[in-house]
């Protein structure tokens, strides 16, 4: 047997390194969402088969018929808290790095078997922290979750004037003629999808009022996102406006499918009585895609996700090269490459998601629905509108703002 342990951890670490190996300058990023991907999964299976390990450990145990939902918290809170340190901690030791001679730039790339023992450790001590440090934690990943929302309202709304602009630099026909077809593509496809919200969560024979101010307010922001950006004097355009509508129509649909599983207004779900083995991988599916997409998109972003001295964040004056040839230090930190994208902004992503990722899994903390369900309760509905509402008003002020404030650079 201890022959069998020492073949199977000698294949782990062989793995390990030959996955560290592996990783370059230009996966790194990848990496960094393997490894985020990898902790969401633990957490899961520990919030599924960890309650009867964790009874045992009295420090998290501390009183008697305790309900198997305050491990299942426990257990999430505890892998995400470790996520969290591991990413904040990096987000801290990358602050400043603007070039490709910062031998911190070496770090952010390199050095991943180290990483993954750092994080695997991390993960575990957590564990062994008594239950008010994880208490405290929780009521803070209520604020970072939310932090999280905001960030990725702010990096569609920077993602979608970017592709905007990029398309109408091109000034050809052709491509004015794609920007007004997915427009109206994406406008079509946000009505017809709240009209189908309507079957879905107005069911005939109850009275579902609030359902209906949710999806008719999704209505009424999409055509109000048209107006104001077509109006002769917003420089507005019409595919960020459409992009938007899809999003907060896509967002009152999850919040609405967050509502408990016994209202009769939840239609859609209000048959089910367990959940399946789909319904649990297509909300991880979710919530997995959703980070990716706001980690990566930190690293191709035009505005505030770059350092100043990136590229991409419109630094157009170069380093002069000296004359001197004496000069080889100057000369070698004038040819230093800037980094292309922010790795404290990148890892601070990381950071928020995991706890955004805890309140998905714990129910926001609350066992107020079955442990079986992931992101349901009335919580979750609000925590959706509210940020749909959020989002219309950041993308509304970015096209009123320069009325308002003449003055101020918008960019």
């Not at 078997?113 to 564990?127: D, E, H, Q, R």
């Not at 979608?160 to 406008?187: F, G, M, P, R």
């Not at 079957?199 to 107006?227: E, K, Q, R, Y």
């Not at 004496?326 to 404290?344: I, L």
Request: proline residues 4%.
């Amino acid at each position: 047997m201890s022959c069998l342990a020492s073949c199977c951890a000698s294949l782990t670490c062989g793995l390990c390194t030959s996955v560290a190996s592996g990783i370059t300058k230009r996966s790194a990023r990848i990496a960094y969402c393997g490894l985020f991907g990898v902790s969401l999964i633990l957490s899961w299976v520990l919030r599924e088969v960890a309650t009867p390990l964790l009874k045992h450990l009295s420090w998290i145990n501390t009183s008697d018929n305790l309900p198997k939902e305050f491990f299942q918290i426990q257990a999430v809170l505890r892998v995400s808290l470790g996520n969290f340190l591991f990413f904040g901690i990096l987000a801290l030791i990358m602050i400043g790095v603007k070039d490709q001679n910062d031998r911190r730039d070496s770090w952010h790339h390199g050095g991943w078997i180290a990483k993954m023992l750092i994080w695997a450790l991390l993960t575990i001590l957590m564990f062994f922290l008594p239950n008010v440090i994880i208490t405290i934690y929780g009521i803070l990943s209520k604020f970072g979750a939310g932090l999280f929302l905001l960030v990725q309202v702010i990096i569609l709304l920077d993602a979608t004037h970017s592709w905007n602009d990029s398309w109408v630099a091109k000034d050809e026909q052709k491509w004015y003629v794609a920007l007004l077809v997915i427009s109206v593509v994406c406008y079509l496809a946000a009505f017809t999808f709240s009209g189908i919200l309507f079957i879905w969560f107005n069911p005939s024979g109850h009275d579902c009022g609030l359902n209906v101010f949710f999806i008719v307010m999704t209505l009424i922001l999409a055509f109000a996102f048209a107006v104001i950006a077509l109006h002769p004097k917003v420089n507005g355009s019409l595919l960020p406006a459409s992009v938007v509508s899809v999003y907060c129509a896509y967002l009152c649909y999850t919040g609405l499918s967050s509502e408990p599983r016994g209202y009769e207004c939840n239609g859609l779900h209000k048959k089910a009585k367990a959940v399946t083995t789909s319904t649990l991988v297509l909300g991880m599916l979710t919530t997995v895609l959703s980070v990716l997409y706001s980690a990566l998109r930190a690293g191709s972003s035009t505005t505030f996700l770059s350092p100043p001295s990136s590229p991409r964040a419109g630094g157009t004056t170069p380093l002069l090269k000296s004359d001197d040839p004496e000069s080889g230090k100057e000369k070698k930190e004038a040819e230093a490459r800037p980094v292309s994208y922010s790795y404290t902004f990148f890892h601070l992503i990381f950071a928020l998601a995991s706890m955004y990722s805890a309140m998905l899994l714990s129910g926001w903390t609350s066992s107020s629905e079955s442990s079986d369900y992931i992101d349901v309760g009335w919580t979750s509905v609000w925590v959706r509108i509210c940020t749909e509402w959020v989002t219309a008003a950041l993308y509304v002020w970015s096209l009123v703002a320069p009325l308002i404030l003449p003055d101020r650079e918008f960019y």
